[in-house]
């Protein structure tokens, strides 16, 4: 099977249980705890009491009223008494189940909520170079279906581990106070069952996991084909794609037949042992009536105690494997959680003011991989309001500027301050916050319009909006749309032009209204109608800022103040557009190969 989707912590893990995990997985319980357990083993208890006690009395009902020995006449009156308790233990028994199943499910779903919002939130807060390693499929994956096998874990199982465990105790006392011989033969059988169970399962549970790591690739495939899918179908690369995901499909339904049938036969495994021990009881227990130690309705009983026995060890073997399950998911949830956001506050940092705007990079260094600089020595002086063009052959180093400008990755040596504030040693989110970003891939969230603009300032009114939207000319084309502002428009904005998404984001970055701007190939693959409408809107936009600019349209780059050029992370060359002209170097070739083209 190809590689492809494959990530290394997606592959099955099998490992010895971790009691430090465990207790950081269920110190979520914790909130919770002081409420909702107490009574949860309150419903426990009377579940498994009511539960115990009903053997005992149909043995009594057995032996005291329907064949009483002396005197030996049967007595209605005890045997309805005796029923009616049957059937009030019932009642309990019931009861205490549903509520027990409920404050179970409470907690485990308020386990699980909160779980979930401590990773998406961990989530957010982790810097690029954390994506940059892992595909967005295997993050999701984890997000969902590992959140999804714990939630068994909270919801049934580790209740059912304390039920099972009081049951069983519970039933081995009863069964060797009522007659330590028969009981002690019929236990005899439990190691046999357990061990059964047990080894039996971890085959199974492998085999399951197995079934999930198969199906956690066809996620990751899954995400990949739906986001590539333009490029497939633009390929007509369907076939060989369908192909790819059949081969996985195949893999994945052949380890599912495959856990099922040992599933299938686990079953009857079960039932054999247990019939072994039913066996046992049989013979010795005839014997023992025989012999006169024993009566017909301590039998029935013993029958009764025994039947109730296989049902906790074979859950508890079950819940076992659930666990390990659990805690494989827990691991990989943990591992996100541990995860440290590259960028993130100095002790101390201090909040940055509301900047001027000016910006110094000291013979910045930067390298993504170690040893392979993408940034070899950079010195810039910016002023407040001035604009900077970043040009350059592909590969040259300009988005890497643009991304160190908002910290989204740390300089490997040397300077990069705003307003003389070396940018490592201020808050994240106070400089982030007053650097507007428009990124080549101007990203639409699904939601109305209005809510995409808004996004630059979350409690900027209707009429702010709409005047952003006029400012940059987007008002013309949204008034245009179906519903106005309030238009839907889908996830990433498909319905929409290059152009029209680029006014969206113009009208974004203007509404937060910061003092330095970015703007990466922000003109890149437009008409030149829109263009100009852009050209204007981003005088607009510009007007007053710092902007760092990457653009490889001329138009863009001819007013800058300064353009910097790039080559293999050097700047080569500095100057405006004219100046640069004279020069005739790197620039004046670049330019001379734009007009080739035009
Ligand atoms: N996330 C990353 N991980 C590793 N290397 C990277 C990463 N992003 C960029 N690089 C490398 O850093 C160098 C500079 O890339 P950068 O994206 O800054 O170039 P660019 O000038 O913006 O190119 P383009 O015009 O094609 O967008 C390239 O050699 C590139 O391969």
């Known amino acids: 099977m190809n590689e492809r989707f494959i990530y290394k912590d997606d592959e099955v893990i099998d490992q010895p249980f971790n009691w430090s995990q465990f207790k950081r997985l269920f110190a979520y319980m914790k909130p919770y705890a002081k409420q909702i357990i107490p009574l949860i083993v309150l419903m426990m208890i009377l579940g498994t009491i009511t539960k115990l006690t009903v ?20 007595s209605l009156n005890l045997l309805f008494l005796i029923t009616g308790a049957v059937l009030v233990l019932y009642l309990i028994q019931w009861a205490s189940n549903a509520y027990r199943i409920k404050f179970t499910n409470i907690i485990g779903q308020r386990v699980i909520y909160d779980l979930r919002a401590d ?28 959140i999804n096998s714990l939630q068994d874990l909270f919801t049934n199982g580790a209740v059912n581990v304390l039920i099972d465990c009081v049951q069983l105790v519970g039933i081995i006392v009863i069964l060797l106070l009522i007659n330590w011989k028969l009981g002690l033969a019929v236990i005899l059988t439990v190691p046999l069952m357990f061990v059964i169970s047990t080894k039996l399962r971890v085959k199974i549970r492998r085999a399951w996991q197995d079934v999930r790591a198969k199906n956690s690739r066809i996620n990751s495939h899954l995400n990949e084909s739906i986001q590539g899918i333009r490029v497939t179908q633009a390929y007509t690369q369907e076939q060989e794609n369908m192909r790819f995901f059949d081969r996985m499909n195949m893999s994945s339904k052949k380890s599912w037949d495959k856990a099922s049938a040992m599933n299938q036969g686990f079953g009857p495994m079960i039932d054999i042992t247990g019939g072994l021990g039913s066996l046992i009881l049989f013979w010795y ?9 024993i009566t017909i309705g301590i039998l029935v009983a013993f029958a009764n105690y025994v039947g109730n026995f296989w049902d906790p060890i074979n859950r508890l073997g079950q819940m076992y494997n659930q666990l390990l399950v659990a805690m494989a998911s827990s691991e990989r949830i943990f591992e996100f959680m541990d995860e440290e956001p590259s960028i993130a506050d100095k002790p101390g940092a201090k909040t940055l003011p509301k900047i001027k705007g000016d910006i110094k990079l000291e013979n910045v260094v930067f390298e993504y991989e170690k040893g392979r600089p993408a940034l070899k020595g950079i010195s810039l002086d910016v002023h407040a309001g001035q604009s900077i063009a970043l040009v350059g052959h592909t590969g040259s180093g300009k988005s890497t500027i643009i991304n160190l400008l908002s910290r989204f990755y740390d300089i490997t040596s040397g300077r990069l301050t705003v307003d003389g504030y070396n940018i490592q040693d201020v808050k994240v989110e106070s400089l982030r916050s007053q650097i507007g970003i428009v990124l080549q891939d101007t990203f639409i969230f699904s939601g109305t319009i209005r809510d995409n603009i808004r996004f630059g300032r979350l409690d900027a009114t209707d009429e702010e909006v709409e005047q952003a939207a006029k400012a940059v000319d987007a008002h013309e084309f949204i008034m245009k749309l179906p519903g106005g502002y309030e238009t839907e428009v889908e996830e990433r904005g498909s319905a929409l032009s290059m152009g029209q998404r680029q006014l969206l984001s113009f009208a974004r970055a ?57 080559d293999h992370g050097e700047i080569k060359e500095t100057g405006n557009h004219n100046q640069l002209m004279q020069k005739q170097g790197i620039y004046h070739g670049l330019i001379e190969a734009q007009f080739k083209f035009l």
């Open 55 to 74: 053997p005992y009395l149909i043995s009594l009902a057995i032996d005291k009223a329907i064949a009483p020995k002396a005197p030996a006449v049967p």
């Open 119 to 146: 990773l998406f939130k961990h989530i957010q807060k982790l810097s690029f170079n954390f994506f940059d390693k892992r595909p967005a499929g295997s993050v999701m994956v984890r997000i969902t279906n590992d």
């Open 285 to 293: 227990g005839a014997y023992l009536i025989q012999s006169g130690e």
């Open 510 to 566: 203007l509404l937060a209204d910061p003092r330095i701007l970015i703007l990466d190939e922000a003109t890149a693959s437009i008409d030149t109608e829109t263009e100009l409408k852009i050209q204007e809107a981003l005088k607009v936009l510009l007007k007053g800022r710092t902007s760092f600019m990457v653009a490889h349209r001329l138009s863009t780059i001819r007013h800058a103040d300064n353009i910097i050029v790039l």
